[in-house]
């Protein structure tokens, strides 16, 4: 017979049939009580052994982690928390799991713990559902884009391009590192003999060349993988993180803002409708880690008051110059308690600055725009000032940057004599700058970080937990 | 007023509208035709304009590429070929595109020219059906698995990890190539001062990192980007490709072919039923190529003829054993025709002999199954004869191997054999044997290489096409 999945003996209605289940024993408790969990939802199914005629043998391997196969008759439950049980008629152990050995304890376990031992955490109430969120939060991510018509493109992973200037890079090599890697005459690495017959590095991000396809298809959205070689080790950084980064032609910086913030409440009320057991739980974990701070530090929401008051309210959109007034002016920046202080226009904000304006200030997520073009890429659209950029940052409370975007610079002559200005290489970017030499016209993009999302989601409050396998600093173990 | 998308007005009913539409030229004939085109569909809209009312200056831009807008009337056509028009009443140059220069001439190039071009080739015909056929499909694969409960994971990119060996991989570092990086004293690289403190390299197979979440949350998939360092110069390899790895838990071989099989069917059954127009255009340009060939060589079926045969039939489901026979008893073996001849069991089938089973033999999609262990992976359940393995291949006509996937050894004193006879280092897979020391199970899973499914759907022939910006030998433009 073939087993059913926990989930949908969960929501059967139809008792008194038999069943078998396969999965791993969370507890068993009495000799008698087995949790069990198969990974379909964060509910266990309790199976009711009968002791008396199972043997010793069988009953001492019943133990936390065991993989066992059970079959039985589903029946209402007697006890509290489930409506349905499996009276079990006959139980094997597929697999054992030493109760001495095995580190997943029903117990709780420190985070750091957990993510050393990141292929067993996903067994964990906590890691289940984070990665079954994090699952249809990217399945959200699609189906929006999908139903609008955009078009889904893999923009290259490995790339000859080191122009964007987005941060640090890897470099990708079929070369020894040891010195014998070929030279040329003046003692530089010879890339023409690596693989791809120059220097290549792992992407930053794919909107330059996602600007080539959205100049083509119209509507276009990457999701993917992006690398930054920088040396953070903070809670909100990953060398190794995936990026959504949505294009469109003739979108100009309003239409971008106004994507955006559809896009996020969207996927979010996603997760709301559709995790609705795992985001539950992760609201009761949210709640338990509040208690533990101080007062004064404690959310004044719970993970699901803050979802649904990011879906009901309209994102606050201030111009960086007001943002600046704001900031000149708060208590913190006059009480010099910021680090930086704010002193004038052209400053580039800090973390400190966004927390401040969002959690302080303005108490929602916050779409700051207009930024001076001196901190911002050469790519942006120059306003008619002639000193900001048609930029805009996505500010989240708790999180910081959410998204960043802007309508890009369409015009070929603006956009050369910006990057001769900065130094950046018109030959090596003939391609992108073929998207102003022929047919050109305005559009606009932004790229959110997938695990910033998801962080804020979930309500944890290490990036590291996630991601499946986390990449960082002296850190790329599995 | 905001622009419509050109695959919304061609479906509109509701003529003698005002609209506005944006997008480039395809072609502009006897100063009044305009063909415009949004990416949004393959088909174009045709614009009428006013020739003696329109200035000469503004109709000399009207060039292939060109960016325009235009507002009119939206009519019912009086042309052949499309049932709405656009009577424009004005229109505006967005971005011209110099006649002369732009490289995307309204004739046929060649594919290697456009390959040259891979950031303007999508504004052509063909490569805009791909691209979105490409993006439905992807679009499928997630749908799939997320109806049926599976986990999308995303599995790590780099990785320190090298003990697969389905390839060669690409090394990523932070270190300089020059001789310069840190040594240890016995001269070898010391790549505890590398970035992750170990050597790295580009993902070659998320399958060992998705079996410990299959054994957790019961059903996943992975759909990512993955590496081979391979110099394989060929129209089916890539050195970056997208590959889909789904991994159950308790499921078997059978289970697995069962799996791949309705997998496959469900994606391409849903390209059939949500890319009709870039299909019909992709099924002409098939048999436009088709014709160019020598009457003995042409496909005896049309593209869509062949993406419903697979729909409609069954997968022969083939022992290699079987297939060595079928193989040693074939007319080319027999006359010498094979470049490696199939002499006894145990040897490891070429693409030649999968094609003359598919394509002569079998004439359909074939799994071939139970392979000897010697030719196969580590991680493959032994069979109780001792020498075959639990593997499948699915071999589809045209493209060879599709699907490569196994039932896994669950095993744990079978696999660390396994290991030590292959050489593998146990200490580095630790937590890959974690798997089998605590609550292991049989499970199963395969491969699938994304853009093999795209070169099938869209009756392309060279693997180069069906990725946005292909990775190859000597190669890593854009």
């Known amino acids: 017979m073939k087993h059913i999945k926990i989930i949908d003996l969960l929501n059967n209605t139809k008792t008194l049939q038999e069943v078998t289940a396969k999965g791993w024993v969370r507890t068993f408790r009495n000799n008698q009580f087995i949790a069990l969990n198969d990974g379909s939802t964060i509910h266990n199914i309790q199976c009711v052994v009968d002791f008396e005629n199972t043997s010793d043998d069988i009953l001492k391997r019943i133990t936390t982690g065991a993989a066992i196969c059970v079959k039985g008759t589903l029946v209402e439950s007697q006890g509290a928390g489930q409506k349905v ?26 985070l750091e713990f957990l993510r050393e031992n990141a292929h067993l955490r996903v067994r964990t109430n906590v890691f289940g559902a984070i990665m079954r969120v994090r699952s249809v939060l990217s399945f959200a991510v699609h189906q929006y884009f999908q139903q609008k ?8 992973i490995i790339t000859g391009s080191d122009a964007e200037g987005a941060g640090e890079m890897f470099q990708v090599t079929a070369l020894p590192l040891d010195g014998s890697a070929p030279k040329n005459e003046d003692g530089s690495i010879n890339y023409k003999e690596d693989f791809f017959g120059k220097q290549t590095n792992l992407t930053v991000s794919g909107q330059l060349e996602g600007e080539t396809f959205a100049m083509a298809l119209g509507q276009i959205y990457t999701f993917g993988p992006t690398f930054r070689a920088e040396n953070s080790n903070t809670s909100r950084h990953l060398a190794e993180f995936w990026m959504i980064e949505p294009e469109v032609a003739f ?29 539950k739980f992760l609201d009761e ?14 959310s004044e929401m719970t993970l699901l008051e803050k979802l649904n008051f990011v879906l009901e309210n309209n994102f606050k959109r201030v111009s960086y110059t007001e943002a600046i007034d ?4 708060s208590t913190p920046n006059k009480k010099k308690k910021f680090q930086y202080l704010i002193e004038e226009w052209g400053a580039d904000l800090q973390s400190e600055h966004e927390r401040f304006l969002v959690e302080k200030h303005f108490k929602c997520p ?7 073009a001196k901190i911002k890429a050469f790519y942006m659209r120059l306003n008619e000032d002639g000193k900001t950029v048609r930029a805009m940052d996505i500010l989240f409370p708790g999180i910081g940057e959410i998204v960043g975007g802007s309508q890009r610079e369409e015009r070929y002559d ?11 290489d018109e030959e090596e970017l003939w391609w992108y700058l073929d998207t102003r030499r022929f047919g050109s016209a305005v559009h606009s993009g932004f790229g959110l970080g997938f695990e910033r999302l998801v962080l804020f989601v979930t309500g944890m409050t290490n990036i590291r937990d996630v991601i499946p396998f986390p990449r960082t600093p002296q850190n790329a173990e599995f």
């Not at 916050?366 to 001076?372: K, M, S």
């Open 85 to 110: 049980e499996i009276q079990v008629t006959s139980l094997e152990i597929l697999g054992d799991s030493d109760a001495e050995k095995f580190p997943m304890q029903p117990k709780r376990h420190s």
């Open 366 to 372: 916050v779409i700051l725009f207009d930024y001076p």
């Open 149 to 156: 018509g955009f078009v889904y493109v893999n923009t290259p």
């Open 285 to 298: 974990r949210f709640a338990q880690e509040e208690k533990q701070k101080p007062q004064a530090e404690r």
């Open 326 to 329: 704001i900031l000149k002016d």
């Open 414 to 424: 603006v956009l050369v004599e910006k990057m001769k200005a900065l130094g950046i």
């Open 251 to 279: 979108n100009d910086l309003a239409d971008n803002m106004d994507l955006a913030e559809d896009f996020i409440k969207y996927v979010i009320k996603y997760a709301v409708d559709n995790c609705a057991d795992d985001l």
